[in-house]
């Protein structure tokens, strides 16, 4: 009977060619594309500002249509203005208000907050975004208000910022409202707004500010946080801003503007 062979081993060069034969072309990858030398430039320019003159008849324009501007949140005191500010962070004026009614008539000092327990003003605020932690942090900052300041809210941007939950913005909004500061607090409305109509170029809240205290005419160094907050919240909106409505149309140096009505 004849002994059957077992094919010879195939060379180890022929075997990684078959592998390699069996394998799925690979697509060919796009090299990226460049940007053109135009679009880059575009990007480098910087953006047009106003001029002084055109400054000034912004906010003289903001004054003549609104005199006396008022902020939209509701408080009875100073420690209640400070309280809804803190509560303000990522949330609308309007729900703030809604829940801070009944809160402030149940508690508008920081003795009689510190009394209803941080439990109970959870429960009056918990319409509001991260209400937990604001809950919180109203109860630590009455504490620190009857610690350290005899209960009463101190005119002083150092003293503020250091309560549980005061940030430069929420220091600058009290200095303002209440204590009459020439102060500027940058929300995402002023932001977007200063960058858009020339008034700054700032690549965050703090430059925007540094910018708006140095070239905002001086009789209006108050009134002007709420014309442009105000403005910013129902004119110059995010997505679609209303410039047919605008009374600063013809001065705004937005790119994509669309067409306004002139100011009379």
């Known amino acids: 009977m004849a002994k059957t062979t077992s094919p010879a081993p195939r060379p180890k060069k022929a075997a990684a060619k078959i592998k390699a034969a069996k394998k799925p072309p690979t697509k060919a990858v796009k090299p990226l594309q460049k940007k053109s030398a135009a679009k880059k430039a575009a990007k480098r320019r910087p953006r047009k500002k106003v001029t002084q003159a055109e400054i000034q008849e912004i906010f003289d324009r903001f004054a003549k249509a609104t005199p006396d501007p008022k902020g939209e949140l509701e408080y009875v005191n100073v420690y209640t203005l400070t309280v809804a500010v803190v509560l303000s962070a990522q949330a609308t004026d309007a729900g703030v208000n809604k829940a801070t009614r009944a809160l402030f008539k149940a508690a508008n000092t920081p003795k009689k907050m510190l009394a209803l327990g941080e439990e109970t003003v959870r429960d009056y605020i918990k319409t509001i975004g ?21 209960g009463n809210v101190p005119e002083d941007r150092d003293a503020l910022e ?42 965050n809240p703090a430059e925007v500010e540094e910018d708006l205290l140095r070239i905002i005419p001086v009789e209006y160094g108050i009134p002007a946080h ?38 009379v």
């Not at 991260?130 to 009857?146: D, T």
């Not at 910013?232 to 937005?254: M, S, V, W």
């Open 130 to 150: 991260l209400y937990r932690n604001k809950a919180k942090n109203v109860i630590l900052l009455s504490q620190k208000l009857i610690d350290e300041h005899g």
């Open 162 to 203: 250091g309560l549980p939950g005061v940030g430069r913005k929420t220091a600058n909004v009290v200095l303002n409202m209440y204590f009459g500061h020439p102060t500027m607090a940058v929300d995402t409305h002023v932001f977007r707004l200063a960058n858009r109509i020339g008034l700054s170029s700032g690549k």
């Open 226 to 263: 709420h014309w442009l907050i105000l403005h910013g919240r129902y004119i110059c909106k995010a997505r679609k801003p209303e410039c047919q409505k605008c009374i600063i149309h013809d001065l705004c140096k937005f790119k994509d503007k669309a067409p306004g009505t002139p100011f």
